[in-house]
């Protein structure tokens, strides 16, 4: 079953701007990871926050956490057409082994 | 470090034959992952193994599916009796353990069940 589930489906927009992704789920986390995917690499970890950090930095993505919300965001910023993708999140509520659970994903297509 | 590896990429069967598949973890990572993926969703947990032992089974997997990692290296997943539900894309990953998150991911095995 899928715990995450993201905001919004689908995401359309131009080279340069910027991308948000939202992703909402139901049960407390240890960490929330994003995740992308696309047909020439398959997927590809980008950034993992922890269940005490509330904004996370890499490169030209930024990722804040809500714990009281159950929520996180992804921003891309200055996007470029490789970065078109489909983008998970990813919940870890495992004791230990890292066992992480996907959301459904964004499909971002950036226009050149 | 040649990342995860899976075999074959693409496989058709007919329904009701068994269909067998590979994965090459990184080397020295002992945990390995089995997801499956359907269109348009993302990745659901199968199987996961430390070393050589399966530790936990999605209720997703029948019994018509099992699961190795002999010597804790390579896995295989199997599949019996194949249905057309079973029509995925199947997904290795694995990660080094001790405290490290990222999980890194084959390329997957395509299975279409005609």
Not at chain 1, 73 to 99: E, W
Not at chain 2, 23 to 41: M, V
Request: charged share 20%; with cysteine.
């Amino acid at each position: 079953s899928q715990q995450g589930e993201e905001d919004p489906q689908a995401l359309s927009i131009q080279e340069g701007e910027n991308a948000t992704m939202n992703c909402s789920y139901k049960t407390s986390i240890n960490n929330l990871q994003w995740y992308r995917q696309n047909s020439g690499r398959g997927l590809v970890h980008l950034i993992l926050i922890r269940s005490n950090e509330r904004e996370k930095h890499s490169g030209r993505l930024r990722v804040t956490l809500d714990t009281s919300k159950k929520s996180s965001s992804l921003l891309i910023t200055a996007s470029r057409a490789a970065d078109t993708a489909s983008y998970f999140c990813a919940t870890d509520h495992s004791g230990g082994y890292q066992k992480v659970t996907f959301g459904t994903g964004t499909k971002l297509q950036v226009i050149p | 470090d040649t990342g995860v590896s899976q075999n074959p990429r693409h496989k058709i069967t007919k329904r009701g034959q068994n269909v067998t598949f590979r994965c090459d973890p990184i080397s020295e990572h002992n945990r390995l992952y089995w997801y499956r993926q359907t269109l348009g969703q993302g990745p659901e947990f199968l199987t996961y193994f430390q070393n050589e032992a399966q530790l936990e089974k999605s209720r997703l997997l029948s019994d018509r599916f099992s699961a190795e990692r002999p010597k804790g290296s390579f896995s295989t997943l199997e599949i019996q009796r194949t249905e057309q539900g079973d029509s995925a894309m199947y997904l290795c990953a694995s990660t080094p353990g001790q405290g490290t998150y990222e999980q890194y991911f084959g390329p997957g095995t395509r299975l279409t069940v005609t």
